[in-house]
């Protein structure tokens, strides 16, 4: 199965430390995006990522947290000093950028939890 | 920036009735209208999608529509089951750009 693979599915951190986050995309896909889903709520934008390159990261907060996609391995999204209100299911998707490239398809995602 | 509004929030119908999901969106450029469905703890999963050079999409019992000038698009289950049962969410997008997702809407097809 080729599709979107995260990991872990399952974070618990206490207050303070950091988490670190992993998406490997679709075979073939070279732009991936992160996303936020806080409970009983909807998906929020985070960052738009190519292979070495942030797109577009608006809607990640100014502190804490950073993405990267490097040229061998994961996409990786970075959170510092770890807060409760970090607390939600962090999902990425990949495209592939050319063809049909609106579509994005969506790994199961990452529960994290903040103690 | 684009914003997408989604209604009802919550919808229930009895199996067998049809069930529509309404959208709206705000930037006339956006081209791409995919919807997503997300059954509880799993992975929001593109049921359909829709460009902005076709009105009207169907696949089985989904059907989506597009009207461009009112800048809103709906989603249309027929024939409704209860594995229909999920949340649904729309999504507006322009060509390699991020999604901009509605609130969601929690579907419950009543046995």
């Known amino acids: 199965n080729a599709g979107v693979m995260q990991n872990p599915r399952h974070l618990v951190r206490r207050r303070g430390q950091e988490a670190r986050l992993r998406c490997s995309p679709m075979?073939?896909?070279?732009?991936v995006y992160w996303y936020r889903q806080l409970p009983e709520e909807g998906l929020k934008f985070m960052v738009y990522?190519?292979?070495?390159?942030?797109?577009?990261e608006s809607g990640m907060p100014k502190e804490r947290f950073s993405a990267e996609f490097p040229k061998e391995g994961p996409s990786i999204l970075r959170i510092q000093q770890v807060v409760r209100g970090d607390s939600a299911a962090y999902f990425c998707a990949s495209s592939s950028g050319a063809g049909r490239a609106y579509e994005q398809y969506f790994g199961p995602g990452t529960r994290l939890t903040v103690t | 920036g684009e914003n997408v509004e989604q209604h009802p929030s919550t919808l229930s119908v009895q199996e067998g009735d049809s069930a529509v999901i309404k959208c709206t969106y705000s930037d006339s450029a956006s081209n791409y209208f995919p919807w997503y469905k997300q059954e509880l703890g799993k992975r929001p999963q593109l049921i359909i999608d829709?460009?902005?050079?076709?009105g009207e999409k169907k696949d089985q019992r989904i059907a989506v529509t597009l009207n461009k000038t009112a800048k809103h698009f709906s989603l249309h289950i027929t024939e409704t089951q209860p594995e229909d049962s999920a949340v649904y969410f729309c999504a507006a997008s322009k060509p390699g750009n991020q999604f901009y997702f509605g609130t969601g809407t929690s579907l419950t097809v009543i046995p």
């Open positions: 990522l190519q292979k070495e390159n942030i797109i577009d």
């Open positions: 075979k073939g896909h070279s732009h």
């Open positions: 829709i460009r902005s050079n076709v």
